[in-house]
């Protein structure tokens, strides 16, 4: 069925740098996009999404690019700090609630 | 704002036996709940989405006998893991959204609940 991957299972950063979490989806579909970040043995918690007919939007410290030609989309962290240090899910909602999660990528924030 | 409870944070239950987790939106009233369960380095699999009021909805290969789930209020869904064995340990969470009709609304998550059967 359809799915959401990523392409990097893990990926460490230099604290003070930006990280740039990249993901792969399928289902063209899908309405709106979600990035979450999950600390161990908590909950996911949203970090910023998307509607699919945007290609960018901004948060704190957080940018999110939507590409629907290669069915891109990615989360990047600016000046990232240790307490970013956690896994990274984006997901996608195709309307009837469903969200959808993708495999995950571990950020390490090295001090 | 939107703020989800999710009861217990962690259980030991022997083999054969059930469990029951909770789960409560604390401000906003949850039309609609999911529930995911999470193998350790994995991603979260949905498991059902549970409506108030009526009959969940389970995700293909989930066993609805197994995972009894109840939403009778607004505030209020409950999965039950019924005979419960070692191979259903995992983290359970659940999600909330006051949304209907098919609108995103944004979801907010539980704490999860670690179940480990002995």
């Known amino acids: 069925g359809e799915n959401v991957g990523l392409h990097l299972p893990t990926l460490s950063v230099q604290e003070g740098d930006n990280s740039i979490i990249n993901c792969a989806y399928s289902?063209?579909?899908?309405?709106?996009f979600i990035w979450y970040k999950q600390e161990s043995g908590k909950g996911p918690q949203f970090i910023i999404d998307?509607?699919?007919?945007?290609d960018k939007r901004q948060g704190q410290r957080v940018t999110v690019l939507l590409n629907k030609t290669v069915k891109h989309l990615s989360l990047q962290i600016a000046a990232t700090q240790p307490g970013d240090s956690a896994v990274y899910f984006c997901?996608?909602?195709?309307?009837?609630?469903?969200?959808?999660f993708g495999a995950g990528t571990r950020l390490f924030v090295k001090a | 704002g939107a703020v989800v409870s999710q009861h217990p944070s962690r259980v030991i239950c022997k083999s054969g036996t059930s469990v029951k987790i909770e789960c409560r939106s604390l401000?906003?009233?949850?039309?609609?709940m999911f529930w995911y369960r999470q193998f350790p380095k994995q991603s979260l699999m949905l498991m059902a989405t549970?409506?108030?009021?009526?009959?969940?909805?389970?995700e293909q290969g989930v066993e609805k006998d197994k995972f009894l789930i109840n939403h009778a209020s607004l505030t209020l869904s409950t999965l039950t893991v019924t005979s419960a064995h070692p191979e259903d340990s995992s983290f359970y969470i659940c999600?909330?959204?006051?949304?209907?009709?098919?609108?995103?609304?944004?979801?907010?998550f539980g704490s999860g609940t670690r179940l480990t059967v002995v």
């Open positions: 997901a996608e909602n195709t309307g009837g609630f469903k969200t959808i």
């Open positions: 289902n063209s579909a899908s309405d709106y």
């Open positions: 549970s409506n108030e009021g009526s009959k969940a909805t389970y």
């Open positions: 998307i509607r699919s007919n945007m």
């Open positions: 401000d906003f009233q949850a039309t609609t």
């Open positions: 999600s909330a959204t006051p949304g209907q009709g098919g609108v995103y609304y944004g979801y907010t």
